[in-house]
């Protein structure tokens, strides 16, 4: 029967696959675009960190410089400090001034002389004097912006002094960074403090990936870390959402595979059950044009049956009748006012004779009649066992001793046990009449399997009968003998026939004239008893 | 060579033979007659089938046929006598307990010269036999050798 397709697993497992070859997709074009973002993100903050360090350098070795200048020269030169500063500063804008401390730790000078006022000059009377140029910071003053301070030791042994800066770091990183890397957030930390910031980065999480972070070391211990972060306007113009697009795209598509495979599976069952059921169907053709034939078969059984029989009673049963009526005539002729001698004997005999034949044909008659009306049982039966059985009823009725019996092996069938008990009866019975007067009479029982049939034979060594007359044999009221030579009806053999074509199988005779017949009957295996 | 025989009586049933050889003798058909008792037999009494036993072929002047017959029917013993030159114009009387109209017609059709059925004659048993030989015989005129009645 057809079974409507539930199973989803078909479609679930390409939805599954399909959605997974979609995000792999999705995910590489994500992490190619990430990779491509990071390595110039990657490269733009070595530019920086190149620059801000280039910067730095720079300006610490102007100060060496003007410290070195400073060393040779000596003394108070006003004028050379003046313009060695201005220089200074004018090449180094974010520097806000310069110093000039003594060993003593007492600010000699200050370029601009605004700057006295800084505190932090005023702390370094007695502080130790460090040995090698030093930064402090970074600062924050209240509402300003970050600063770093600078030591730098000056002068020969022992009578030295110290050069001390103050450079502003929002200038400083400003002029260099302000340009650079547009697009990026920009950040510079010294420790925690942010001492340059530039830009906004976006605020989408997703940007975490690109922010790459270099660290700058301008001198022992100052290291500043340059961040970069895509701002919201670069992430925008750089995500495109093709990728996006991309993944639902595949993400649909193979919804959509899914469901075709799932319609083509329902489409092809049903296909397959169409199949089937025309299969069935023809099937079913072929076992009703069976039925057919064989209801055909038994209703031409039937049709000649009925004709055999209209020939009986208008022949065969007329024939007995006739010979009553015409010896009797005959004996009433003959023997008018007379006692019957042993010729009106005769003549009785054979009105008895006849009368016993009349009888003998209403009973094969009857019993063909039987042979194809009654409902079959069908059981196991041992045929062996049957003819053993049959072999004595029918020698006993006949009153025929003189014959031998042999039964092979013959394979178990299923079947009617009364009726093939008389298909026995008959071929028995046929076996002693067409025998008689033979020697070494011997009917035989064998059997085997023939394909899909079971084939038993029933052999004798009588006379036989010539094999041109086959056709004939199992025909209603059929003899290939005269009445008067061997007794019978010519309904055995028919009868023999109905029932065995009842049972489904055939019935066929082979002889040689002098050796002895041969009759077959074939019962279909499919009523096998194993 | 052939022998002369006035009857050939194709019949199996022997009550209806000795009915019948007693209606001709007591009707005064003094004639040989021939009786075979099934249909290959009236073959090979007529030349038309080879045995062993006929060395000199029947012609009858009448044929008495029974249809239904051992081995060979009768309409097959009919057709076979028609069929072959020498017997060809052999009158056939059909004798039969059928009176079916199909099987009057297929006599006929195979070249019957008369059809009688079976009965108890009230005038004796076989009298109707008996006078049918008797016309054959005597009053009618049969064509000549090897043509057709």
Redesign the interface.
């Known amino acids: 029967m057809y079974r409507r397709e539930r199973g989803l697993w078909l479609p679930a497992g390409i939805v599954l696959i399909g959605w997974a070859l979609s995000l792999a997709t999705w995910w590489s074009l994500i992490s190619e675009r990430r990779q491509a973002i990071v390595q110039s993100t990657d490269e733009l903050a070595a530019e920086s960190r190149q620059l801000v360090a280039k910067a730095v350098e720079s300006q610490l070795a102007a100060l060496d410089e003007l410290a070195r200048v400073w060393t040779v020269v000596g003394a108070d030169p006003s004028d050379h400090w003046q313009a060695g500063v201005g220089l200074l500063r004018r090449s180094f804008p974010s520097v806000d001034y310069v110093a000039w401390v003594q060993p003593g730790g007492e600010v000699d000078r200050v370029s601009p002389a605004s700057a006295r006022s800084d505190p932090w000059l005023s702390t370094l009377a007695g502080a130790p004097s460090p040995s090698d140029a030093t930064f402090i910071g970074p600062e924050r003053e209240a509402g300003g912006s970050p600063s770093l301070r600078l030591l730098l030791p000056v002068g020969r042994e022992g009578e030295g002094g110290l050069l001390a800066a103050r450079i502003d770091l929002e200038s400083q990183l400003g002029g260099i960074l302000r340009g650079m890397s547009p697009g990026y957030a920009l950040r510079v930390y010294w420790g925690d403090e942010v001492i340059f910031s530039r830009g906004e980065p976006s605020t989408n999480s997703w940007q975490e990936w690109w922010r790459v972070e270099r660290s700058v070391e301008l001198a022992p211990g100052l290291v500043w870390q340059v961040t970069h972060r895509p701002t919201d306007e670069l992430a925008t113009s750089l995500l495109t959402p093709i990728p996006h697009y991309l993944l639902a795209s595949g993400l649909a598509l193979w919804l959509i595979l899914a469901a075709l495979a799932h319609q083509l599976r329902i489409t092809l069952s049903q296909s397959r059950f169409l199949a089937a059921t025309n299969r069935a169907l023809e099937e079913r053709g072929d076992e009703l044009g069976r039925a057919v034939d064989q209801r055909t078969r038994e209703l031409e059984d039937v049709v000649s049956e009925l004709r055999a029989f209209?020939?009986t009673v208008?022949?065969?049963l007329?024939?007995?009748l006739?010979?009553v009526?015409?010896?009797t005539?005959?004996l009433e002729?003959d023997y008018r006012g007379r006692v019957l001698d042993a010729e009106g004997m005769e003549i009785l005999g054979?009105i008895r004779r006849?009368a016993i034949r009349a009888a003998r044909l209403l009973e094969g008659v009857l019993h063909l009649s039987r042979a194809g009306r009654v409902a079959l049982d069908i059981a196991p039966v041992d045929l062996g066992a049957l003819a053993r059985e049959i072999f004595v009823q029918v020698r006993v009725a006949e009153d025929d001793d003189d014959v031998e019996l042999v039964v092979g092996d013959v394979p178990a069938v299923a079947g009617d046990r009364d009726l093939l008990g008389d298909v026995l009866v008959n071929l028995f019975t046929n076996a002693l009449k067409y025998s008689r007067g033979c020697e070494k009479r011997r009917i035989t029982v064998a059997g085997r399997i023939d394909g899909d049939d079971c084939v038993f034979e029933v052999a004798d060594t009588g006379r036989g009968f010539?094999m041109r007359?086959k056709d004939?044999l199992f025909g209603t009221f059929?003899?290939?003998?005269?009445?008067?030579d061997v007794e019978g009806t010519g309904v055995g053999l028919a009868i023999v026939h109905r029932i065995v074509r009842r049972h489904g199988g055939r019935v066929w005779a082979q002889s040689e004239p002098g050796i002895g017949a041969r009759f077959f009957f074939s019962l279909p295996r499919t009523q096998d008893a194993s | 060579m052939t022998r002369g025989a006035a009857i050939l009586l194709v019949e199996d049933d022997r009550d209806e033979v000795d009915v019948a050889l007693r209606a001709l003798r007591l009707a005064g058909v003094d004639v040989p007659i021939e009786v075979a008792r099934d249909g290959q037999a009236a073959l090979a009494l007529l030349g038309l089938e080879p045995d062993p036993f006929v060395t000199t072929p029947v012609r009858p002047s009448v044929v008495f046929l029974d249809l239904k017959l051992p081995r060979v029917d009768g309409w097959e013993v009919l057709r076979r006598l028609r069929d072959h030159p020498e017997t060809a114009s052999v009158p056939v009387v059909i004798v039969s307990s059928s009176d079916e109209r199909d099987d009057v017609r297929r006599s006929y059709a195979l070249g019957a010269n008369s059809f009688l059925v079976k009965r108890f004659d009230e005038q004796g048993p076989g009298r109707y036999l008996a006078e049918a030989a008797r016309y054959w015989l005597e009053l009618n005129h049969p064509p000549p050798r090897g043509e057709r009645a």
């Open positions: 209209n020939q208008s022949h065969d007329r024939s007995p006739g010979a009526l015409n010896f005539a005959i002729e054979r006849s010539d007359f004939k059929e003899r290939l003998e005269a009445e008067h």
